[in-house]
């Protein structure tokens, strides 16, 4: 267990719906990163939040947002969905923002939430 | 932007080596090296991380040469349960937008 939780495990939906996902970080970790991984695909880096506050962007559609909260959780709201988008989507969280910069910070990902669109 | 690019697959028997090379020519100077290991459904889990030359821990090594343009995971008699795909992260660098770049994993398949 990685200590990062994430709701709901699995989301069915409809094309043209919008959906948030939920992703409650360890305890203590500032940061907050989201992926996607479509089947037997790697992971994309969506984006990334720390303490509240988006520090790097990556290849996220435009229909697709996300916010760090003050208590830290963050939530991926998804937006006129496309069945392109059935996907698993993974959160992270690292103890600061330098993942990938700094040593030991590494990210412990959550379980997922698998999306399905039909 | 640091792209990174991992063969697809790889498989071994029980008790052999496995070395896995990730190519990254274009790391930055303050990049680190991850890799993460991910099982069917399930988020990767970290593995192992280097800056440059070796690191050994108790489950895999990371080799890293002079120029950090690639870095090989290496898996020592590796058993059934190191089957997975493995994924090497170069890290985000200020200059690249502080965007982490993934491989396109490599899915180990180890056989009895």
């Known amino acids: 267990d990685s200590g990062v939780t994430q709701t709901p495990k699995h989301l069915i939906t409809a094309t043209g719906q919008r959906v948030t996902l939920r992703c409650s970080p360890r305890s203590g970790d500032l940061s907050v990163y989201w992926y996607q991984q479509s089947l037997d695909q790697g992971l994309q880096f969506l984006i990334q939040?720390?303490?509240?506050?988006?520090?790097a962007k990556g290849n996220i559609l435009e229909r697709f947002s996300a916010q760090q909260f003050p208590d830290l959780h963050s939530e991926l709201n998804l937006s006129s969905l496309e069945l392109g988008d059935s996907a698993l989507y993974f959160c992270?969280?690292?103890?600061?923002?330098?993942?990938?910069?700094?040593?030991?910070?590494?990210?412990?990902f959550g379980p997922g939430t698998r999306l399905t669109v039909l | 932007l640091a792209k990174t690019t991992q063969p697809i697959s790889m498989d071994s028997y029980e008790g052999q080596e496995v070395n896995i090379t990730c190519s990254h020519n274009?790391?930055?100077?303050?990049?680190?090296i991850t890799w993460y290991q991910q099982f069917p459904s399930q988020g990767p889990r970290f593995i192992i991380q280097g800056y440059k030359t070796k690191v050994t821990t108790e489950v895999a090594s990371l080799f890293i040469p002079a120029d950090r343009k690639s870095s090989t995971l290496s898996l020592p008699r590796v058993s059934l349960s190191d089957t997975a795909v493995y994924y090497c992260?170069?890290?985000?660098?200020?200059?690249?937008?502080?965007?982490?770049?993934f491989g396109g994993g490599t899915r180990v398949l180890v056989k009895p």
């Open positions: 992260l170069v890290g985000g660098h200020k200059a690249a937008g502080n965007k982490l770049t």
């Open positions: 274009n790391i930055a100077t303050n990049d680190y």
């Open positions: 992270a969280s690292s103890a600061s923002g330098l993942a990938g910069l700094a040593p030991y910070n590494e990210q412990f």
């Open positions: 939040y720390y303490n509240g506050e988006e520090r």
